[in-house]
T-cell receptor, first 112, second 117 residues
Framework: QQQVKQSPQSLIVQKGGISIINCAYENTAFDYFPWYQQFPGKGPALLIAIRPDVSEKKEGRFTISFNKSAKQFSLHIMDSQPGDSATYFCAASMNYGQNFVFGPGTRLSVLP | GAVVSQHPSWVICKSGTSVKIECRSLDFQATTMFWYRQFPKQSLMLMATSNEGSKATYEQGVEKDKFLINHASLTLSTLTVTSAHPEDSSFYIC?????????????FGPGTRLTVL
């Protein structure tokens, strides 16, 4: 119940294309769903986050879509750039940011 | 704001020795910090929750006697890997919440690469 599933494991996109990464969870007690970007040898950095009372949130080229009934959420990266090449982790937490659970990650490669 | 630092950024040690990793919140006070371990091409796995002034809470399967956590102040938590072995080689990352913010965001440090020979 604490698991967060994430797909695909890896993704290759052409420059300018749309990158889509999907996550699913089981525990309905989760109330905070962030996406993190991690470059090799660095710590994760928050990209964007959403709460279950909102179905979509957009910040620049990044959009989270949230489907509460399906217990799924996804990250869309519009106009993908080579600089977006990194590993992306979805996560879920509850209890005011406690109990963070990370998905297994998606390695994104954006071809120039 | 909300910057978390770690020191050292990388360390190489011999098998059987102990290594201390520091995690500092630079511009906020963190009553709670979190320690994660990340193996190559894998996700972050929570090891323990570090509470200022009290004992750390360890996740199932994490040896508390091997991974000693001390949260001595509101801005510093340390992780000591005792009697390190090659299988302890990993990327160790800490994080903290800023209680002054309404967001549930955790701010992550840059990580420490540990290599045990």
């Amino acid at each position: 119940q604490q698991q967060v599933k994430q797909s695909p494991q890896s993704l290759i996109v052409q420059k300018g294309g749309i990158s889509i990464i999907n996550c699913a969870y089981e525990n309905t007690a989760f109330d905070y769903f962030p996406w993190y970007q991690q470059f090799p040898g660095k710590g994760p950095a928050l990209l964007i986050a959403i709460r279950p009372d909102v179905s979509e949130k957009k910040e620049g080229r990044f959009t989270i879509s949230f489907n509460k009934s399906a217990k799924q959420f996804s990250l869309h990266i519009m106009d993908s750039q080579p600089g977006d090449s990194a590993t992306y982790f979805c996560a879920a937490s509850m209890n005011y940011g406690q109990n963070f659970v990370f998905g297994p990650g998606t390695r994104l490669s954006v071809l120039p | 704001g909300a910057v978390v630092s770690q020191h050292p950024s990388w360390v190489i040690c011999k098998s059987g020795t102990s290594v201390k990793i520091e995690c500092r919140s630079l511009d906020f006070q963190a009553t709670t910090m979190f320690w994660y371990r990340q193996f190559p091409k894998q996700s972050l796995m929570l090891m323990a929750t570090s509470n200022e002034g009290s004992k750390a809470t360890y996740e199932q399967g994490v040896e508390k006697d091997k991974f000693l956590i001390n949260h001595a102040s509101l801005t510093l938590s340390t992780l000591t890997v005792t009697s390190a072995h090659p299988e302890d080689s990993s990327f160790y990352i800490c994080s903290a919440r800023d209680p002054g913010r309404t967001s549930d965001e955790q701010f992550f440090g840059p990580g420490t690469r540990l290599t045990v020979l």
